[in-house]
C-alpha cells in the first residue's frame, strides 16, 4: 500500500514521503495512529494544502520532545525485583515497568516510547533507550537489585552477584578453618566408665 508519511518513521522516510509498505502495518500502524495517510489523489490535495501546517507541527511536537529529553537523558532509575543467586530476575522487566518508573518519578513517557529489542532478565545496570520523538531519542539506566541496599552497591560499580560468591566463599573457608582447628565437632573431655 502506498501511504504519505505524516511524520518521519524508522527506516521507512521522512515527512512528506510516498512510500509502499505492507498493507497490514499501514492499516494497524500508521494509518490508525495518524503517522500516514493512503496516498491517493484526494489525499494528495490535502496534504499538499495542509503541508506547511503538518510542518509546523511536527517541528513544535520535536521542540517539546528535546525539551523534555534533556531532563531525561543520563538520568537513573532504581528498580527492585526479586531475583535467584546467579542474577537472573524472577519474571523480567518490560517496557510498561520501565515507564511506569519514570513516571513515577516525575517523567512523561508511554509505554510504546521505551525501545527494548528483549526483555530485560538479570540484575545489574541496564541502558534503555527511550524514544520521545521520531528524532529525539535519550537513554536512561536502569539499576534492578534485590534491594536498596544493593542498588546502592551497583551504582557504585560493584559486581554484586560476583561479590555475593566471593562473601560465601570467605565464609565456607572460614568455617573449615573452624572445623580444622577443633572449633566444631570436637570435645575435650573424660570418656571413660563410669
Keep these: 500500500m502506498k501511504v ?37 489523489s484526494a489525499n494528495m490535495k490535502v496534504f499538499e494544502a495542509q503541508r506547511a501546517e503538518i510542518e ?25 525485583r526479586q531475583a535467584g543467586e546467579s542474577g537472573q530476575l524472577y519474571g523480567s522487566v518490560s517496557g510498561r515497568d520501565v515507564a511506569d518508573v519514570i513516571n513515577a518519578e516525575g517523567g512523561k513517557v508511554e509505554r510504546s516510547m521505551v525501545v527494548l529489542d528483549k526483555p530485560i532478565k538479570t540484575l545489574g545496570m541496564h541502558e534503555v533507550k527511550v524514544r520521545l520523538h521520531a528524532e529525539v531519542t535519550v537513554t536512561i539506566t536502569l539499576n534492578i537489585a534485590r534491594s536498596a541496599d544493593e542498588a546502592e552497591r551497583q551504582a557504585r560499580g560493584e559486581n554484586i552477584i560476583a561479590s555475593q560468591f566471593e562473601e560465601e566463599r570467605l565464609a565456607a573457608e572460614e568455617a573449615a578453618q573452624d572445623m580444622l582447628e577443633g572449633g566444631a565437632g570436637q570435645q575435650e573431655g573424660d570418656y571413660g566408665d563410669h
Design 4 to 40: 504519505i508519511l505524516l511524520e518521519r518513521v524508522e527506516g521507512r522516510g521522512s515527512l512528506g514521503d510516498v512510500v509502499t509498505v505492507k498493507d497490514g502495518f499501514a492499516r494497524n500502524y500508521l494509518l490508525p495512529r495518524q503517522k500516514a495517510l493512503r496516498a491517493n
Design 56 to 80: 509546523a507541527r511536527n517541528l513544535k511536537a520535536k521542540e517539546q520532545a528535546g525539551k523534555s529529553g534533556e531532563k531525561l537523558d543520563g538520568t537513573a532509575y532504581i528498580l527492585i
